[in-house]
Structure formats: structure tokens, C-alpha cells
């Protein structure tokens, strides 16, 4: 490859107090005693109406897919309290479905109770709204559909897959880089292998929920959302309204984790209802709606073919990755993403296949496509690593690359070979003993595995506001959320210390389109551009204020120069001199001062490949009678940039390793082929880690400068911690027990009829 970009030098990083420093969320004492007030809870005090909201309850079809032949309400009409029953008999107009080409798929118009037609089991097919939720749950059940069954189709398939031309994101689903066939060809050692993943669903703590009112012919909508602007355009198409009559307000989201980047049949419904009745509705969905009425990971198959000389050289990667989608839909999950990019190869090649199946929506899930796609990848290294007979680590590190051969491009940081190092000397990885099954301690199996982690980087679009007060309070606003990743804390860490202020003093005001429009908080790219967009607000109103106090023949400021004046502990300082920003406000700005700042992708950025980096390592233990896996210990060393807070950083990168403990041992859903419905529908079926499932966890972030992607100089990392996680306890049961499972979550029955016997 010739003629590089040339990097930035690691000077040009800002130096900025605070930023590093392990604050507290700023919000935290309004959660935990009860003041922060989420979207189902909002009263007539709240909305300023002269009533509390009426409550709607959805009723959900029970057919995977044909058609409503008759909806009898007349029961539920007439019960106490019931104000409004909504059928696809009475529904207002609204925008057909999509479209499905849309740069922002979640700014498309969706439709509610649209037609006849029933597309999946658990598709909203009326709404009931009475003076309480128990008027309304109790009418909601008096509501009859009856319906015209047609069969569906709701398992994977190959035998019936398309290719489609992209993948999510409009990435290409094909891609191609030197001669696969040849390479593999010309592979001493080969590993083809086909990885299963299971369907997974979102369970947020807080479900899905709306309140909605209209203020004349203006829709103000309260709802638990990650991406408040595209909503808000997604809403207003639904609608065929303009954007500017549609408000999205979401100060506190309880979680998201990619679940509430779209919107679902509760806010379109709150809406339609609210606008019926003149007056506010509220609709929430119980945890059982969630698990059919919201989107979900799909479950994936995927073959992978790797081959290497005897020295571990990588010849070939092919990544051939199959997905469903629903059956109006054309999502397609990024599952081959890493492939791409991670090793250095003659030659790779990547692939997708696509289902349309009668099952609810697939999307967005943390780290989508890169939390699944690399379970089969780096199982299938480890595999690799086990038949050349060198450790997985060494082969890691001799295929490490500078370069993103597929996109041909360099990466503009890339620490990997740091983080694998840095985790085997941690783990003492040296200690593990390579061949399977050898490390017993009376009926356990005890084993070690590791894995690489990646996640592809990216900025988005964003604005934000910046004002001080008279009194020196600096209040930001943006139109950013907050889904309990600790967003709104590390914006008031960059604020005050762009503005030399104490915390104390800044107020973030996010969650509300009525503030400047920002990209919301999902694909770990919210704190980059969030953060970019307050960093450039705070330094032009920065630049503002100094100016002016040098201006100001007032000011002890007054004449100085502009490169010896900075702000700093409150005061306005320069050539030795300072003045109170108190003071100075009152004087030059009493009605206060504000500036405006925007971040977009520096055209120069994409010259480079950009990704935050780690690795896992995992020692577990499996039962040689019962087949129970319990993960000992885990280590996630990370690099990704600068690090804003190290305490929120660590509870993130933590939070996926945990997740990668569900997804490895736990975490599966599937669809009865029978009704089409997923079996499991609640949290007392659907199995996640609890407290008791985590073993001893370590992260550790190490330093790293980010020259490329923002003005900020970091990472996202929100989704890097499960990349790779499952992997690495995978790897570790086949060390343990020399059994090699491809079909995740690796539960008990998958180990027991392969365990070897062990006398105790």
C-alpha cells in the first residue's frame, strides 16, 4: 500500500481536567431515591394537564401469520372505565409500512394495526384504554379475534435463503480480498466449521412505555428511547405530520442496549388514542409483550473456513453468516463485520445469507452482527491454534495487522498485540496446559480459553448549546440520551472542564428534541460525538468569554494576549492576571452568554480504519457429571482511546463481559415451529446471569492515544467488552473437556453425553 495518511501527532489531544477522573453519575441520587422520572410514569402535575393519564393495554394476535377474520369488542366496550377500544376496523389513517431503502431505518414510518393481515405472533391487533390499568388489562381480555391461519415459516433455512446486497448500515454483504480459493488451496492446515447462535431478546429493566398528548395540533410523546431525533422523524412519517409538530422526551431510559433505538406500537398507539380522546394515554408493555411486540437478536448460522502454513499464517478466512429477518423487513445482522478486518490473510472472504421468517423484527442487540459474528470466528481460531499445535495467543500475535486489508486501509490506532500481552501476563496464561481435558480437580474439569475483541468505530452527526449564567452556571443542552451508560456524566466532565468550572456548577439538559439534535445513544458512537459536539460548544463559548474580557477595558484581562488567557477555577485568566467569572458575567453578560457547536466525521478520518480493540480470557470449570460450566475468573484487557471516566468506562466494558457469560452459558430463545411463538416470553424462562453465575472479573484499559476519529481522542466501548467474551469461555470448555461445542449457549445437555468418566 503506498502513499499513507500521515497521523496527527499525539500533541494535538486537548488537555482538559477531569476528563480520566472516576466521577459519580451525575444523576444518581435523583435514581436511586425515586425523584428521576421515566416515560410511564409521568402524572398530570408532570404534563401539565388537568388530568392524569388514561391507561391503554395492547391486545397481541395469537397466529404467527394469516389473517383477522372478525375482532368482537363490544364485551370491552361496555366494561366500567373503558374509554376507547382501537382495531384496524377504527384506526386512523397512517403512512403504509417503510419504506425498506432508508438510510435511518428507524425514522421509517410504522404502521399499527394496519389491515387484516397478522405478520407474527404477538403483533399488536388492538389497543383498549380505560380509567385505570386494571379496567384496562381486564377489558383488554374480554377483547375477541378470531383468525384465518396460514402456515409460516419461522426456523432458519439455508435451503430457502437470498443474498441480499447489504448489510445493516448498508455495508456490502459480499466482500472479497485476494483469490480465496486459491489460498485455501494451498492451506498445510485447514478448520471448516458451522457455529450456531440462538435468538436473544432485550429485557431492559424498564420496559417498553409511552405517554402521549397533544398540545393542539402539536404531539408531545414521553417514551423509553435511545434516538430521540430519528423517532421523532419515524413518528411524524407514521403520522403524516410535520416533524416540527412531533416533541420526543426521554431524560432517563432504563437501559436500551440497542432494544429502544426504534420505536415500537406503544408510542404510535399512546398517540393515536391520546389524539381520539383529547386527552394524555399512557401505554406500557407488560415483560410478556416485550418478548414478541419489540425487535430481537436473530439467531445465526455460520461457517467458517480458515487456513494456515504450518507456521500459522494465515492463507484464507472465508465467514459465511445466515440471519432472519421479519418477513416485511430486510434487516440484515452484521455478523461478518470483524472477519474483515481483525487478522492479517492471502486472502478473505465474507458472505451473508438472509431468512424472511413470521417472527417479530430483528435488530439492533449490543454490539450487533460483532457480539455473535465473533463467537464463530474466534472459536474458530481456537480450533485453528489446536490443530497447528501452537498456543491461541501466539497465533493471535503472528497474524496481527496494521492494515484493514478488506476496506484496504491502515487503522489509525490499533493496540491489539498490547492488549493480548498485557492479558496473558495477567492471566498468567503461560500456566495453561494445552491439550484438553488434562486439569482435574476431583469431579471438575477445569480449563482456560481466551479470545480478540473488536468493534468497528464510527462518529456521527451531532449539535449542542452551551449557556452561562450571570451566577457562572453553565447549563448544555442536546438532544443526547442517557441509557443508564453514565452519558450525561462525562458530558459534565467535558463542560466544566472546557469552562474551568466545578461540576456542581453544570447542568447537562438531554433527552428532548427541543434541544439540538443528536445522534442518541447506541453503536458506541454517543460518547464521541455527543462528547465532540459539547467540547466545541464549551471552546466557542470559551472563546467568546476571553475574547471579550480582553476587550474589556474593565477587565484586569484587558490588553493581554489571547494565547496566555484560559478559564480556570472560575476565574477569567490571563498574563498573570485574573478576574472572578462572576464579576465579569454580571458586568459584560448579565442576561448570560451562550455558543453553539457541531461535530461531523473530518472527510481526512476516513482515510484510516477505526476500532477499538482487547481480549478476553476465561478460566472455567465444567462438572464431568452434571456438565455445569462455571467461569472461574475472567480478564478483558481494552484499548480504546482516551478514557473520559475510568468508573463508568469499567462498569461498561464489565457489563458486556458479564453479558458474554449469558450469551456463552445462559442466554437462547427459540420459536415454537408449531405456533410461531418464542417459548420463552418472561424472565422467569428466559435464563440470564444473575450474581451468582460471575465469577472473579478484572478490566483493565490500557493507555491509548486516538489521533483520528474526534477531536476528543477516544473509542467507543460500550459494545467491545462482549466482543469476544462467549468466545473465550467456549474456547476454555473445549480446554476443560476437549469437547468442542459450535452450538451457543453451551448448556449442560450439549456437554453431558460427551464428558469422560471421572471416579471420585
Same mark, same amino acid.
Given at each position: 500500500?503506498?502513499?499513507?495518511?500521515?497521523?496527527?501527532?499525539?500533541?494535538?489531544?486537548?488537555?482538559?481536567?477531569?476528563?480520566?477522573?472516576?466521577?459519580?453519575?451525575?444523576?444518581?441520587?435523583?435514581?436511586?431515591?425515586?425523584?428521576?422520572?421515566?416515560?410511564?410514569?409521568?402524572?398530570?402535575?408532570?404534563?401539565?394537564?388537568?388530568?392524569?393519564?388514561?391507561?391503554?393495554?395492547?391486545? =397481541?394476535?395469537?397466529?404467527?401469520?394469516g389473517r383477522?377474520?372478525?375482532?368482537?369488542? *363490544?364485551?370491552?366496550?361496555?366494561?366500567?372505565?373503558v374509554? %376507547?377500544?382501537?382495531?384496524?376496523?377504527?384506526?386512523?389513517?397512517?403512512?403504509?409500512?417503510?419504506?425498506?431503502?432508508?438510510?435511518?431505518? @428507524?425514522?421509517?414510518?410504522?404502521?399499527?394495526?394496519?389491515?387484516?393481515?397478522?405478520?407474527?405472533?404477538?403483533?399488536?391487533?388492538?389497543?383498549?384504554?380505560?380509567?385505570?390499568?386494571?379496567?384496562?388489562?381486564?377489558?383488554?381480555?374480554?377483547?375477541?379475534?378470531?383468525?384465518? +391461519?396460514?402456515?409460516?415459516?419461522?426456523?432458519?433455512?439455508?435451503?430457502?435463503?437470498?443474498?441480499?446486497?447489504?448489510?445493516?448500515?448498508?455495508k456490502?454483504?459480499?466482500?472479497?480480498?485476494?483469490?480465496?480459493?486459491? &489460498?485455501?488451496?494451498?492451506?498445510?492446515? #485447514?478448520?471448516?466449521?458451522?457455529?450456531?447462535?440462538?435468538?436473544?431478546?432485550?429485557?431492559q429493566?424498564?420496559?417498553?412505555?409511552?405517554?402521549?398528548?397533544?398540545q393542539?395540533?402539536?404531539?408531545?410523546?414521553?417514551?423509553?428511547?435511545?434516538?430521540?431525533?430519528?423517532?421523532?422523524?419515524?413518528?411524524?412519517?407514521t403520522?403524516?405530520?410535520?416533524?416540527?409538530?412531533?416533541?420526543?422526551?426521554?431524560?432517563?431510559?432504563?437501559?436500551?442496549?440497542?432494544?429502544?433505538?426504534?420505536?415500537? /406500537?406503544?408510542?404510535?398507539?399512546? &398517540? =393515536?388514542? &391520546?389524539?381520539a380522546?383529547?386527552?394524555?394515554?399512557?401505554?406500557?408493555?407488560?415483560?410478556?409483550?416485550?418478548?414478541?411486540?419489540?425487535?430481537?437478536?436473530?439467531?445465526?448460522?455460520?461457517?467458517? #473456513?480458515?487456513?494456515?502454513?504450518?507456521?500459522?499464517?494465515?492463507?484464507?478466512i472465508?465467514?459465511?453468516a %445466515?440471519?432472519?429477518?421479519a418477513?416485511?423487513?430486510?434487516?440484515?445482522?452484521?455478523?461478518?463485520?470483524?472477519?474483515?478486518?481483525?487478522?492479517?490473510?492471502?486472502?478473505?472472504?465474507?458472505? *451473508?445469507?438472509?431468512?424472511?421468517?413470521?417472527?417479530?423484527?430483528?435488530?439492533?442487540?449490543?454490539?450487533?452482527g460483532?457480539?455473535?459474528?465473533?463467537?464463530?470466528?474466534?472459536?474458530?481460531?481456537?480450533?485453528?491454534?489446536?490443530e497447528l499445535?501452537?498456543?491461541?495467543?501466539?497465533?493471535?500475535?503472528l497474524?496481527?495487522?496494521?492494515?484493514?486489508?478488506?476496506?484496504?486501509?491502515?487503522?489509525?490506532?490499533?493496540? %491489539?498485540?498490547?492488549?493480548?500481552?498485557?492479558?496473558?501476563?495477567?492471566?498468567?496464561?503461560?500456566?495453561?496446559?494445552?491439550?484438553?481435558?488434562?486439569?482435574?480437580?476431583?469431579?471438575? =474439569?477445569?480449563?482456560?480459553?481466551?479470545?480478540? /475483541?473488536?468493534?468497528?468505530?464510527?462518529?456521527?452527526?451531532?449539535?449542542?448549546?452551551?449557556?452561562?449564567?450571570?451566577?457562572?452556571?453553565?447549563?448544555?443542552? %442536546?438532544?443526547?440520551?442517557?441509557?443508564?451508560?453514565?452519558?450525561?456524566?462525562?458530558?459534565?466532565?467535558?463542560?466544566?472542564?472546557?469552562?474551568?468550572?466545578?461540576?456542581?456548577?453544570?447542568?447537562?439538559?438531554?433527552?428532548?428534541?427541543?434541544?439540538?439534535?443528536?445522534?442518541?445513544?447506541?453503536?458506541?458512537?454517543?460518547a464521541?460525538?455527543?462528547?465532540?459536539?459539547?467540547?466545541?460548544?464549551?471552546?466557542?463559548?470559551?472563546?467568546?468569554?476571553?475574547?471579550?474580557?480582553?476587550?474589556?477595558?474593565?477587565?484586569?484581562?484587558?490588553?493581554?494576549?489571547?494565547?496566555?488567557?484560559?478559564?480556570?477555577?472560575?476565574?477569567?485568566?490571563?498574563?498573570?492576571?485574573?478576574?472572578?467569572?462572576?464579576?465579569?458575567?454580571?458586568?459584560? @453578560?448579565?442576561?448570560? &452568554?451562550?455558543?453553539?457547536?457541531?461535530?461531523?466525521?473530518?472527510?481526512?478520518?476516513?482515510?484510516?480504519?477505526?476500532?477499538?480493540?482487547? +481480549?478476553?480470557?476465561?478460566?472455567?470449570?465444567?462438572?464431568?457429571?452434571?456438565?455445569?460450566?462455571?467461569?472461574?475468573?475472567?480478564?478483558?484487557?481494552?484499548?480504546?482511546?482516551?478514557?473520559?471516566?475510568?468508573?463508568?468506562?469499567?462498569?461498561?466494558?464489565?457489563?458486556?463481559?458479564?453479558?458474554?457469560?449469558?450469551?456463552?452459558?445462559?442466554?437462547?430463545?427459540?420459536?415454537?415451529?408449531?405456533?410461531?411463538? @418464542?417459548?420463552?416470553?418472561?424472565?422467569?424462562?428466559?435464563?440470564?446471569?444473575?450474581?451468582?453465575?460471575?465469577?472473579?472479573?478484572?478490566?483493565?484499559?490500557?493507555?491509548?492515544?486516538?489521533?483520528v476519529?474526534?477531536?476528543?481522542?477516544?473509542?467507543?466501548?460500550?459494545?467491545?467488552?462482549?466482543?469476544?467474551?462467549?468466545?473465550?469461555?467456549?474456547?476454555?470448555?473445549?480446554?476443560?473437556?476437549?469437547?468442542?461445542?459450535?452450538? @451457543?449457549?453451551?448448556?449442560?445437555?450439549? =456437554?453431558?453425553?460427551?464428558?469422560?468418566?471421572?471416579?471420585?
Amino acid at each position: 500500500m503506498t502513499d499513507l495518511p500521515t497521523l496527527p501527532p499525539e500533541q494535538d489531544a486537548p488537555t482538559i481536567p477531569m476528563i480520566g477522573a472516576g466521577m459519580q453519575r451525575v444523576e444518581s441520587v435523583l435514581k436511586v431515591t425515586g425523584q428521576a422520572r421515566y416515560a410511564y410514569e409521568m402524572d398530570a402535575a408532570s404534563l401539565g394537564a388537568q388530568a392524569d393519564p388514561l391507561v391503554g393495554v395492547m391486545v =397481541l394476535s395469537t397466529i404467527a401469520r394469516g389473517r383477522i377474520t372478525s375482532i368482537d369488542s *363490544a364485551t370491552a366496550r361496555n366494561m366500567p372505565g373503558v374509554r %376507547l377500544v382501537l382495531t384496524c376496523d377504527n384506526a386512523p389513517p397512517q403512512a403504509p409500512w417503510g419504506p425498506l431503502v432508508a438510510r435511518d431505518r @428507524f425514522a421509517r414510518a410504522q404502521p399499527v394495526l394496519r389491515g387484516p393481515d397478522v405478520h407474527y405472533y404477538g403483533e399488536p391487533v388492538a389497543l383498549v384504554v380505560a380509567d385505570s390499568l386494571e379496567r384496562a388489562r381486564a377489558a383488554a381480555m374480554a377483547v375477541n379475534v378470531q383468525y384465518e +391461519a396460514a402456515s409460516h415459516a419461522v426456523l432458519l433455512d439455508p435451503a430457502t435463503a437470498t443474498e441480499p446486497e447489504f448489510l445493516n448500515g448498508f455495508k456490502p454483504a459480499h466482500t472479497d480480498h485476494g483469490d480465496f480459493d486459491a &489460498a485455501l488451496a494451498r492451506s498445510a492446515i #485447514r478448520v471448516e466449521a458451522v457455529y450456531e447462535t440462538p435468538h436473544q431478546n432485550h429485557a431492559q429493566m424498564e420496559p417498553h412505555a409511552t405517554t402521549a398528548l397533544w398540545q393542539g395540533d402539536r404531539l408531545v410523546l414521553h417514551t423509553s428511547a435511545q434516538n430521540l431525533v430519528s423517532i421523532q422523524m419515524g413518528i411524524a412519517a407514521t403520522l403524516q405530520i410535520s416533524p416540527h409538530r412531533v416533541q420526543v422526551i426521554s431524560p432517563y431510559v432504563g437501559g436500551g442496549f440497542g432494544g429502544k433505538l426504534p420505536y415500537f /406500537a406503544d408510542a404510535i398507539l399512546a &398517540a =393515536l388514542a &391520546a389524539r381520539a380522546l383529547g386527552k394524555p394515554v399512557k401505554v406500557g408493555m407488560t415483560r410478556t409483550q416485550m418478548f414478541s411486540a419489540t425487535t430481537h437478536r436473530t439467531a445465526t448460522r455460520q461457517a467458517l #473456513r480458515i487456513g494456515a502454513d504450518r507456521t500459522g499464517r494465515l492463507c484464507a478466512i472465508s465467514h459465511d453468516a %445466515l440471519s432472519h429477518c421479519a418477513s416485511f423487513d430486510n434487516f440484515v445482522e452484521d455478523t461478518t463485520t470483524i472477519t474483515r478486518g481483525l487478522y492479517r490473510a492471502d486472502a478473505i472472504r465474507t458472505t *451473508a445469507h438472509l431468512n424472511h421468517l413470521d417472527l417479530p423484527r430483528s435488530d439492533s442487540m449490543r454490539s450487533p452482527g460483532d457480539a455473535v459474528g465473533m463467537i464463530g470466528l474466534e472459536c474458530a481460531m481456537d480450533e485453528l491454534a489446536h490443530e497447528l499445535g501452537i498456543d491461541p495467543v501466539e497465533l493471535r500475535l503472528l497474524n496481527d495487522t496494521p492494515t484493514d486489508l478488506t476496506a484496504h486501509k491502515p487503522f489509525s490506532s490499533r493496540h %491489539l498485540r498490547q492488549c493480548l500481552e498485557e492479558g496473558a501476563r495477567r492471566f498468567e496464561w503461560g500456566a495453561r496446559n494445552p491439550q484438553p481435558g488434562q486439569v482435574r480437580e476431583g469431579e471438575w =474439569l477445569v480449563g482456560m480459553g481466551m479470545a480478540c /475483541a473488536m468493534r468497528y468505530n464510527l462518529l456521527k452527526p451531532c449539535q449542542a448549546l452551551a449557556h452561562l449564567d450571570a451566577g457562572a452556571n453553565l447549563t448544555v443542552q %442536546l438532544a443526547m440520551t442517557d441509557p443508564g451508560t453514565g452519558t450525561q456524566t462525562i458530558l459534565t466532565q467535558i463542560a466544566a472542564g472546557v469552562m474551568g468550572l466545578p461540576p456542581a456548577q453544570v447542568h447537562v439538559q438531554m433527552g428532548d428534541t427541543a434541544y439540538p439534535p443528536a445522534p442518541g445513544s447506541g453503536g458506541s458512537f454517543g460518547a464521541e460525538s455527543a462528547g465532540s459536539a459539547v467540547l466545541r460548544a464549551c471552546e466557542n463559548l470559551r472563546t467568546r468569554l476571553l475574547e471579550a474580557g480582553l476587550r474589556d477595558e474593565h477587565s484586569p484581562l484587558h490588553g493581554q494576549s489571547m494565547e496566555s488567557a484560559h478559564l480556570d477555577a472560575g476565574s477569567l485568566h490571563a498574563g498573570g492576571r485574573h478576574e472572578s467569572l462572576v464579576a465579569f458575567m454580571e458586568r459584560t @453578560f448579565p442576561q448570560g &452568554a451562550q455558543a453553539h457547536g457541531e461535530i461531523t466525521a473530518d472527510p481526512d478520518s476516513l482515510k484510516w480504519s477505526q476500532a477499538s480493540f482487547g +481480549a478476553h480470557f476465561a478460566e472455567v470449570a465444567v462438572n464431568a457429571i452434571t456438565g455445569e460450566t462455571r467461569v472461574r475468573r475472567m480478564l478483558g484487557v481494552f484499548a480504546c482511546g482516551r478514557i473520559l471516566n475510568s468508573r463508568t468506562a469499567r462498569s461498561q466494558l464489565l457489563g458486556g463481559m458479564i453479558w458474554g457469560v449469558s450469551n456463552a452459558l445462559h442466554e437462547e430463545n427459540m420459536p415454537d415451529p408449531r405456533t410461531g411463538q @418464542f417459548i420463552a416470553h418472561d424472565l422467569a424462562n428466559y435464563h440470564i446471569a444473575t450474581h451468582a453465575d460471575m465469577p472473579e472479573m478484572e478490566v483493565v484499559m490500557i493507555a491509548e492515544d486516538e489521533p483520528v476519529s474526534n477531536p476528543l481522542h477516544i473509542k467507543g466501548l460500550g459494545e467491545v467488552g462482549i466482543c469476544g467474551a462467549p468466545a473465550a469461555i467456549g474456547n476454555a470448555i473445549f480446554n476443560a473437556t476437549g469437547i468442542r461445542a459450535r452450538r @451457543f449457549p453451551i448448556t449442560p445437555d450439549r =456437554l453431558l453425553p460427551y464428558l469422560p468418566e471421572v471416579t471420585v
